[in-house]
Every structure is written in structure tokens, then in C-alpha cells.
């Protein structure tokens, strides 16, 4: 079992930055891929970016590229994401999800197992034109 509590969303205009931040507990923090996902109103959930906690490979959603950033903070179980030149298509609610790494930190993105996948509350990300 792992636990996520996930947070730092806002209000923001067009071009500005937020970071969110998701702190994990419970089970063994370092097998496991942590990621952001977000989910717009109409519009299907997409994987955002995603890090392996016992490494440091990353990826990225094409939307995101040179703009956000996954970092982790292993001594406070923490995964963090920078997002910079914020576009109001990033508007969504934002997801933490941790799921154990043999999943593989890319191809869970697409579609994550719900058996497998653990999910924080989300915070909410608006940005204004």
C-alpha cells in the first residue's frame, strides 16, 4: 500500500509557474514509478511525466516537453513537478500516482492498471489567458 498526498496547484495567468508536489508513504518508495497525471473536464486523462524512484529516468508527454520538469526528493519521499510557461490547455486537475516499477514508468501512462496504480486526491491547475 502506498499513500500519496499531492499538492501546489493554483491560479496562474499565461506563461507563469507552479510546482507541485506529492509526498508518498507506506510501502517501499524506491520500486516503485511515480507520476503526474491530469485530467481536463471533456477531455480523456493524460499522462503527464514520470519518474523511477530507484533511478532517475523520466518521461515525458509531448504537450510538456522543455516545459515541465519530474524531480524526486528521495530522503522526504517526495516527487515533485515544475511547471513553467503555463499554457491554459495545461488547465486540468492534476493526479500523483505511484505503481510498482516492473508496470514500467512509460508504459502505465497510457493506460494505468487500476489493480496496480495508487492515486493521490489531485490539485486543481488553472491557468488564464
Known amino acids: 500500500q502506498v499513500q500519496l498526498v499531492d499538492s501546489g496547484g493554483g491560479s496562474v495567468q499565461a506563461g507563469g509557474s507552479l510546482r507541485l508536489s506529492c509526498a508518498a508513504s507506506?510501502?517501499?518508495?524506491?520500486?516503485?514509478?511515480m507520476g503526474w497525471f491530469r485530467q481536463a473536464p471533456g477531455k480523456e486523462r493524460e499522462g503527464v511525466a514520470s519518474?523511477?524512484?530507484?533511478?532517475?529516468?523520466?518521461y515525458y508527454a509531448d504537450s510538456v516537453k522543455g516545459r515541465f520538469t519530474i524531480s524526486q526528493d528521495n530522503a522526504k519521499n517526495t516527487v515533485y513537478l515544475q511547471m513553467n510557461s503555463l499554457k491554459p490547455e495545461d488547465t486540468a486537475m492534476y493526479l500523483c500516482?505511484?505503481?510498482?516499477?516492473?508496470?514500467?514508468?512509460?508504459?502505465?501512462?497510457?493506460?494505468?492498471?487500476?489493480?496496480?496504480?495508487?492515486w493521490g486526491q489531485g490539485t486543481q491547475v488553472t491557468v488564464s489567458s
Open positions: 507506506g510501502d517501499t518508495y524506491m520500486s516503485y514509478c
Open positions: 519518474i523511477y524512484t530507484g533511478g532517475r529516468s523520466t
Open positions: 500516482a505511484a505503481w510498482p516499477f516492473w508496470l514500467g514508468c512509460v508504459t502505465n501512462m497510457g493506460s494505468p492498471r487500476t489493480d496496480f496504480t495508487y
